[in-house]
């Protein structure tokens, strides 16, 4: 397994350069801000950027916080990358992580101003200290259940101005995740569709329910009108038959909980709620 680190001050355009810089060294696997992640996947960690303080947020990010390092070097072992690219702010940063990891010595260190003008730099720390913008490089399919709660923007937002609408419809102190335009694999599309029919096959498998009907997927935007902002999760109503014999209102929650598991794990979109309506009983006849 070989080491690269990927160096530069806070805010100055490391982590929306990371895919590319990854894809230039061949790298398959990233470590950012608490993060591991491996073909554009979150495998394992929890992003520093979602820490309320600064002093937590530090430790995330070097891995000093109690089985976040086990975690990440468990699951590195389980996906064997053959090139790990660490994110850092200072080559001191990027080393200490490699040791926490226990990952083998840094070979190569690449520094952010060999691979961006100082008005680049200067337009990310803008973003960064004005505007509250953070970049985690990953598609935005896989980041929304990992920030759940986060407005998540193109990263195309950072170069044009908020229109007044948008603006109005951010709060003051807003933190908002921003991720790139590409990804290794290119662009995902999930269809409504697909979606509600993955619904049906999920309750439909189970042994209480006997039809599924009335499959509606609802996406949920930030702020009112949602100009210009993207879906921050769905939310999902049906209607369906039940057998006759268990207890109603504990059945519901375990359908609830097994559709938003199932449907987050296998399109990677965050699921805010899931509205069941019991349309009638079936009960089955005895025989005669």
Known sequence: MDVIAFVGPSGTGKSHRALLVAHNTQSDAIIDDGLYIKDGKIMAGTSAKKEQNKVLAVKRAIFVLPGHAEEVSQAIEESQPKRILILGTSENMVIKIAKALKLPEISKFIHIEDIATPAEMDK?????????????????????????????????????????????????????????????????VIDDSAIEALVKKILEDGDSVNKVADVEVSHVYKGDGAIGYESQGIEISCSVIISFGKHIPTLVQQMQVEVKKEVERLTGMAVKKVNITIRALFVQPKNM
């Open 124 to 188: 990310a720390r803008e973003h960064r200290l004005q505007k509250g913008k953070h970049v985690v490089p990953v598609p935005t399919i896989e980041l929304k259940p990992h920030f759940s709660g986060y407005l998540v923007d193109s990263l195309s937002s950072l170069l044009k101005r908020n229109t007044e609408q948008q603006r109005r419809q951010r709060h003051l102190g807003e933190k908002s995740i921003v991720r790139p335009v590409f990804s290794y694999c290119g662009k995902l």
